[in-house]
């Protein structure tokens, strides 16, 4: 009995969180792409978010990647989000723990597969401010024309 209940709550954290997903697609595809070998691209200016944004946002691609088979798993090491955010390690590490203490990543601390997962609930959040950032930088800029 114990077994069919953690099996159905367990297909019903999947299916919310496939819902959490298309629910922000739109507003993820402004900011972010996953290419066809599921690696995660930031399509805004950089220079413009904080490190802890660009590794949500990071997180948030993976979590996509993921969805569509693209990621064997939603979970990032400190390793590629160093590499691929241009962020040295020691950074990534210290926003990463940040996040997590604002219940918006997860990390999980397995020896060979650790690393960091945007929490489906924070993704919807996490994209409103990065949208609302966007539109003020990009009111900042047209008044700097």
């Known amino acids: 009995m114990e077994k069919e209940n953690l099996k159905a709550n367990s297909q019903e954290q ?3 969180n496939k819902e959490i997903l ?3 697609f ?22 413009m ?3 802890q944004e660009k590794i949500a946002m990071y997180l948030i691609g993976k979590q996509y990647a993921k969805y569509a088979g693209l990621a ?3 979970y990032v090491s400190v390793r590629e989000l160093s590499s691929e955010l241009n962020i040295p390690r020691k950074a ?7 996040l997590r203490n604002k219940n918006i990543i997860a990390d999980r601390a397995e020896h060979e597969n650790s690393g960091y997962a ?3 609930d924070a993704i919807g959040v996490v994209l409103t401010a990065i949208k609302a ?6 009111a900042k800029l047209r008044r700097d024309w």
Do not use: H, M, W, Y
Request: no cysteine; net charge neutral; hydrophobic share 45%.
């Open 14 to 16: 999947v299916k919310a």
């Open 22 to 24: 298309e629910q922000n």
């Open 26 to 47: 739109a507003l993820a595809k402004e900011f972010i792409r996953v290419t066809k070998e599921g690696k995660v691209k930031i399509l805004v200016n950089n220079n």
């Open 49 to 51: 978010f904080t490190e």
């Open 72 to 74: 064997e798993s939603e």
């Open 92 to 98: 990534v590490a210290a926003r990463a723990a940040e």
């Open 118 to 120: 945007i929490l489906p």
């Open 133 to 138: 950032k966007d539109i003020v930088n990009l």
